[in-house]
């Protein structure tokens, strides 16, 4: 079981470009949550996804946007990119149970994004 | 919202002492309290979760104890190891329907020294 992983491991953008970031969660997870943690900050959750659908969303903009695919494995994309927007994204799993109990979240090793 | 707060940012301790890092949260309606680690350039761990039908929650060396009255829970580490210096984060959730949407701390920055 390779857990959670994600892709790519680092990336350099500049202003006004767009970004996907993939996610894979871990075996038998079927939600997926994405976080942004900046340097010496804790993360933000900025949205979650279950059955392809997004359920849950954080304060972020509309320049931050998601899909599930069927496999459960997830992108992030950001567009129109700020500096503000360099961050680690933290991609996380979990098996989705009724009522939400139980249901550990395990992180990804993340994708370092930098914005010049 | 959730809001959660953590101190303090930083801790430093010698080798064999303990160390105590507490939160408090605002949204009563929170019932589940995990700590992660976080080690330089790694993945945030899961190191111990409390939910709110418990008072307080031991596994080896670390143990979290919930106030639900406070709003506050702590985390303390006894026995201090050098591998436990790291960042911890608390967080908080309210388990209702699919929301697993996870509030997180600030993080405190351990640092245990010999």
């Known amino acids: 079981d390779a857990g959670v992983t994600q892709s790519p491991t680092h990336l350099i953008k500049t202003r006004g470009q767009q970004v996907t970031l993939r996610c894979s969660p871990k075996s038998g997870h079927d939600t997926v949550s994405w976080y942004q943690q900046a340097l010496g900050q804790g993360p933000q959750f900025i949205f979650q996804?279950?059955?392809?659908?997004?359920?849950q969303r954080g304060n972020f903009p509309d320049r931050f946007s998601g899909h599930q695919f069927p496999n459960y494995s997830s992108e992030l994309n950001v567009n129109a990119l700020l500096l503000g927007d360099s961050a680690l994204y933290l991609c996380?799993?979990?098996?989705?149970?009724?009522?939400?109990?139980?249901?550990?979240?395990?992180f990804g090793p993340g994708t370092r994004l930098t914005v010049l | 919202g959730e809001n959660v707060e953590q101190h303090p940012s930083t801790l430093s301790v010698q080798e064999g002492d303990s160390a105590v890092i507490k939160c408090t949260y605002s949204d009563s309606a929170s019932n589940y309290f995990p700590w992660y680690k976080q080690e330089l350039g790694k993945r945030p761990q899961l190191i111990i979760d409390?939910?709110?039908?418990?008072g307080e929650k031991k596994d080896q060396r670390i143990a979290v104890t919930l106030n639900k009255t406070a709003k506050h829970f702590s985390l303390h580490i006894t026995e201090t190891q050098p591998e436990d210096s790291a960042v911890y984060f608390c967080a908080a959730r309210a388990d209702t329907g699919t929301a697993s949407k996870l509030t997180f701390g600030t993080g405190t920055r351990l640092q245990v020294t010999l």
């Open positions: 996804y279950y059955e392809e659908e997004e359920r």
């Open positions: 996380a799993s979990s098996p989705y149970l009724a009522g939400g109990r139980n249901n550990e979240q395990f």
């Open positions: 409390i939910r709110s039908n418990v």
